[in-house]
């Protein structure tokens, strides 16, 4: 388990490490170092928090999954409070003063691992029957209704993805689930064709082309950063899209600006890390020495590989624009503590993992097989 650990912390670093990088490089024209020594301090915090949480047993939380769930639920609502909430381009995502800006959903994906994997600790023969799903159902659809009244669809998504998931690790049958999933579908469908703004990011998505100079600009331009990159890329500080042609550079189409300066040779490293952090988060899961740990484990490494699938599928137009910051890279406070914190549970769990028996080395000696109880 060591080595997955090690592993695990090299991906991590190093994706915070070229985070920063790229945060400075396609910043530097527009604000200097500014942004840069703000997400430094955020990132000590972070790194502080993860070290903190991978020290503590995280056994520890199942006495405050509730605790978490009511302060997340507290800060959500404040959020919509007029004169509280900090409201930018119509939709009120923040708490603060002045540069100092929380996001209460980033902390609210985590407070919603937690809370599943109380469940699944401690209630998991009632999570089988429709019955006993009425309890973290309307717990996670509380959650999910005051993240969509921001309104924030894209986190609304994620996080009622992430809770299906985790709900059908923790046990719950695929029958009780589907009508769940089918019946969220129907209704973000419906919210997405009577909202005008994202029915039409929905039809750039569709026809990037003929929208290329309106709704699509941003994915259209998205699309031609990392085209120009090519196989090496530009060079570190020589994008050219980064010059006011791709909206939100620096925050969620930060991976445009990356794989325009560092190419599909740097774009493939990234996917590669994100993708043994997912092996290492399954295999640290799998070997946790409760359900508590493996519901942790599992909804964390859930978490960062969808966020960072969806973010990657928005700037290739995969997917339709969703809003979304990648993991670890994305400039954004709230986000890289929140990332870093479920790291640090992971940690816990790996710390925590039963070792196993050591086998002989000697070819010769044959194990003998345990003499039953009794006999």
């Not at 603060?96 to 996001?103: I, P």
Request: glycine share 12%.
């Amino acid at each position: 388990m060591k080595w997955v650990v090690t592993i695990l912390v090299f991906c991590v670093t190093a994706l915070v490490a070229l985070g920063l990088v790229m945060l400075y490089s396609s910043t530097m024209t527009q604000h200097g170092a500014d942004q840069l020594m703000r997400q430094l301090i955020w990132c000590g915090l972070g790194v502080t928090v993860c070290a903190v949480l991978a020290a503590v047993d995280y056994l520890h939380w199942r006495r405050w999954a509730w605790v978490l769930y009511a302060l997340a639920v507290i800060l959500l609502v404040l959020v919509l409070v007029p004169g509280i909430g900090i409201r930018v381009n119509g939709a009120s995502r923040w708490l603060g003063y002045g540069n100092l800006r929380v996001q209460p959903s980033e902390f609210g994906k985590l407070a919603l691992i937690v809370l599943l994997a109380w469940y699944g600790d401690q209630r998991a023969r009632q999570l089988a029957t429709l019955r006993g799903l009425l309890g973290p159902g309307l717990a996670v659809g509380v959650l999910l209704g005051l993240v969509f009244l921001e309104p924030d669809v894209g986190t609304t998504a994620l996080m009622a993805a992430l809770g299906l998931a985790l709900l059908l690790v923790a046990g719950v049958p695929w029958r009780l689930v589907i009508p769940a999933g089918l019946c969220g579908l129907t209704a973000l469908g419906l919210f997405v064709w009577q909202d005008p703004v994202r029915a039409q990011r929905v039809f750039s998505w569709l026809a990037l082309e003929e929208t290329k100079l309106g709704t699509g600009f941003q994915p259209y331009q998205a699309m031609l950063a990392l085209g120009s990159g090519g196989w090496t890329g530009l060079g570190l500080g020589n994008s050219r899209q980064k010059m006011g042609f791709v909206p939100e550079h620096h925050t969620d189409f930060i991976f445009a600006i990356l794989g325009e300066e560092l190419g599909l040779v740097g774009t493939m490293l990234v996917l590669l890390a994100y993708g043994t952090i997912l092996w290492c988060g399954l295999r640290i899961a799998l070997r946790a020495r409760e359900t508590f740990g493996l519901l942790l484990a599992m909804g964390v490494t859930l978490w960062i590989s969808l966020q960072a699938a969806i973010n990657i599928g928005v700037v290739t137009s995969t997917l339709p624009n969703k809003g979304l910051p990648l993991p670890f890279i994305s400039y954004g406070g709230s986000s890289l503590v929140a990332m870093l914190a479920a790291v640090g549970l992971l940690l816990s769990v790996a710390r925590r993992a039963p070792v196993p028996a050591p086998r002989s080395r000697n070819p010769f000696l044959v194990e003998q097989e345990p003499v039953p109880a009794g006999s």
